[in-house]
């Protein structure tokens, strides 16, 4: 494998982790606002958030 196939690779990861880490975080603030009014309004957004993700991590594979 060539030096640019594996910064690619490299890159993809970090974008992996950089999502992880944002979706954990965004996670956390849905459950400290779960009883609130807007629930399922983010319930709905980090609902789409997460398949946005997952189709990003996917094409790029």
Excluded: A
Aim: proline share 0%.
């Amino acid at each position: 494998m060539d030096n640019k196939g594996e910064n690619s690779i490299i890159k993809l990861k970090l974008i992996r982790i950089y999502l992880i880490i944002y979706l954990i975080v965004d996670y956390c603030i849905f459950c400290l606002i779960i009883n609130s009014k807007h629930s399922k309004f983010y319930m709905w957004r980090f609902k789409n958030e997460f398949e946005k993700s997952n189709e990003v991590f996917f094409k790029s594979k």
